[in-house]
């Protein structure tokens, strides 16, 4: 089972960028396909970005292509979420995911979760 440690997170303003980082122990990192989430307070859950487990394939929910950025560094067992043009309605707890398969991240679910970080942006 992988353990995920997020960091990275805390108050900008908006119009900042912020680089969220995902640190996994466990076992092969580049067998598992990544994913970042975020909840903003009284929403739900919802899909930020996923990559797969090579890094070669990326997805990022609609409203956020352009301005966020997954990556990962397989040799550091760390996965990134580079968020720019940061506004307030990114204000949130940003959590990292990790699957067997690119389609559980995908469809909202991750066979591990990371404890989650604060992002704040203000306006």
């Known amino acids: 089972q992988v353990q995920l440690v997020e960091s990275g997170g805390g108050l900008v303003q908006a119009g900042g960028s912020l680089r969220l980082s995902c640190a996994a122990s466990?076992?092969?990192?580049?067998?598992?396909?990544m994913g970042w989430f975020r909840q903003a307070p009284g929403k739900e859950r919802e899909f930020v970005a996923a990559?797969?487990?090579?890094?070669?394939?990326?997805y990022y929910a609609d409203s956020l292509k352009g301005r966020f950025t997954i990556s990962r560094d397989n040799n550091k067992n760390t996965v990134y979420l580079q968020m720019n043009i940061l506004k307030a309605e990114d204000t949130a707890v940003y959590y990292c995911?990790?699957?067997?398969?690119?389609?559980?991240?995908?469809?909202?679910?991750?066979?591990?979760w990371g404890q989650g970080t604060l992002v704040t942006v203000s306006s």
């Open positions: 990559i797969s487990g090579s890094g070669k394939m990326a």
């Open positions: 995911a990790a699957a067997g398969l690119l389609s559980t991240i995908r469809g909202g679910a991750a066979d591990a």
């Open positions: 466990g076992r092969a990192f580049s067998g598992y396909a």
